[in-house]
């Protein structure tokens, strides 16, 4: 059985995880969107 502060811990680490994923994911199609911006000139 996990402990309060394993729990937080876990929480804590999935919110981090999963906004890391979000901003990686704007990340690349920013650089897509630039690379394909760069190809079109």
Do not use: G, P, R
């Not at 995880?17 to 079109?40: G, R, S």
């Amino acid at each position: 059985m996990l402990t309060q502060d394993t729990e937080h811990k876990v929480s804590h680490f999935a919110n981090t995880y999963n906004q890391l994923k979000q901003e990686l994911t704007w990340t690349a199609k920013d650089v897509i969107i630039t690379t394909a911006a760069l190809y079109a000139i």
